[in-house]
């Protein structure tokens, strides 16, 4: 959208409809709005192809609720991660067509009839470990990646993976979600030749240090191919893999 405002702005400037002057001004008050407790930056779709998304731990209901409202007022379509249920209500209050993943912890508005591009599977190794998937699943469908998932198919029970060959082959891009020692990336990656973007979760017993020995598992992981993010970052996966498979080939 704002690509849209700016492009009609040169326009006018172009066919003398607006002073260079007043243009100056209007690009002024473009890029942020500041709303005392958040400075919503309207300009980041433009700069990374994608809006700001609200991390919603920490804030209030009625400042979900505004920062919600200003984004989707721009045209803009809405993600929110880390939301709970009363959030959701209160965005659901200024846009009734706001969808809630109550797994994912997440609230979007799709503001756009465009095709997505798949190419995104998102595996977890274990039930445990879908509040993470479904996470990266809502981020990279929200990009334009709408993802497949195959869930619950962790190293416990390898050929569950196995049978399900075909659909790592077909993919662009693969995240791997696992909690307790991490391993399952590692496994899939030995499997594909395309990225794997690893997950490790805090899922585990006492000694996986809440998701640490995961990580560290998935650093030393002896696949090529395999890229780690942050214990817990369903949503950095999810963006990571949506832009892949943006800029792969059709």
């Known amino acids: 959208m704002e690509v849209e405002k700016l492009r009609t702005l040169l ?4 066919s003398g409809e607006i002073e260079v002057s007043d243009a100056l001004q209007s690009l002024r008050t473009l890029p942020f709005e500041d709303l005392g407790f958040s400075k919503i930056d309207h300009h980041r779709q433009l700069r990374t192809g994608f809006p700001e998304v609200i991390f919603c731990e920490g804030k209030t209901d009625a400042q979900v609720a505004q920062i919600s409202e200003r984004i989707l007022s721009a045209g803009h379509p809405l993600l929110a991660t880390r939301a709970t249920p009363s959030m ?18 997440t609230i979007s508005v799709v503001q756009s009839d465009a095709e997505g591009k798949p190419g995104v599977l998102v595996i977890s190794a274990g039930t ?3 509040p993470v998937a479904e996470e990266a699943a809502e981020t990279a469908f929200m990009m334009g990646s709408p993802p497949e998932r195959l869930y619950d198919v962790g190293v416990a029970g390898l050929h569950r993976l196995i ?10 891009v693969i995240i791997v979600i696992a909690g307790m020692e991490g391993a399952l990336p590692s496994v899939v990656g030995g499997l594909v030749d395309c990225p794997v973007i690893a997950v490790p979760t805090s899922v585990g017993y006492g000694a996986s240090f809440g998701g640490l020995a ?21 949503f950095g996966a999810g963006y990571s893999a949506a832009l892949i498979n943006r800029l792969s080939g059709t």
Do not use: F, W
């Open 11 to 14: 326009e006018k400037v172009k």
């Open 128 to 130: 445990s470990d879908l």
């Open 214 to 234: 995961a990580l560290l598992g998935m650093l030393n992981s002896c696949a090529s191919g395999v890229t780690v993010v942050n214990i817990d970052n369903g």
């Open 88 to 105: 959701y209500e209160a965005v659901q209050a200024i846009h009734p067509e706001a969808r809630y993943n109550e797994l994912g912890r």
């Open 163 to 172: 049978g399900n060959h075909e659909k790592l082959l077909n993919a662009r």
